[in-house]
């Protein structure tokens, strides 16, 4: 049994549990691994929270970072129980998660829950007046003031 199995195993455990037995959202789970160590968890409760963005590995990250004290997860392993989708990619990245390891692809979520993340990976692709969710620029030279001071201040924080 690899090390892979034993994390993997329990991401794909709490799957199972938020959705087959709490019915709480999808069959998403997620694990986040530190050395030899899960330091968090998470569990898709999209359903139970009304939250769109309580997918597993956003709540796994936010654990891991609480858990250890900092944002950057640089030496952590993520393991999840489906392909991230853009929203959660997009956190570990920030997060600066080393590796993502995933059980089964989008297109098997597509397949059997009816989660579909590709119009959302072709949407970011393309200008943002353009996008099926239009982002459009507004104040633009009001909060460049703001990025300006935030910039020239001698102890900002740093990411």
């Not at 549990?17 to 050395?35: D, H, K, M, N």
């Not at 129980?81 to 995933?102: F, G, N, Q």
């Not at 979520?109 to 692709?125: L, R, S, W």
Request: hydrophobic share 40%.
């Amino acid at each position: 049994m690899t090390e892979h199995h034993h994390f993997m195993q329990r991401a794909i455990e709490l799957a199972r549990q938020t959705s087959i037995v709490e019915r709480a959202g999808g069959p998403f789970g997620c694990v986040i691994v530190r050395g030899d160590e899960i330091i968090a968890e998470g569990a898709n409760r999209v359903i139970a929270e009304k939250d769109p963005t309580w997918h597993a590995e956003m709540a796994a990250i936010r654990t891991a970072c609480s858990a250890i004290g900092t944002h950057d997860l640089s030496d952590c392993i993520l393991y999840t129980s489906c392909e991230p989708c853009p929203m959660c990619y997009a956190a570990a990245w920030w997060a600066r998660i080393d590796t993502i390891y995933y059980a089964t692809t989008a297109q098997d979520a597509k397949e059997c829950g009816n989660f579909d993340d590709v119009p959302i990976h072709e949407a970011v692709k393309l200008p943002g007046p353009d996008r099926a969710l239009p982002v459009l620029g507004v104040e633009h030279e009001e909060m460049l003031k703001i990025w300006r001071e935030f910039r020239d201040m001698p102890d900002r924080p740093h990411y």
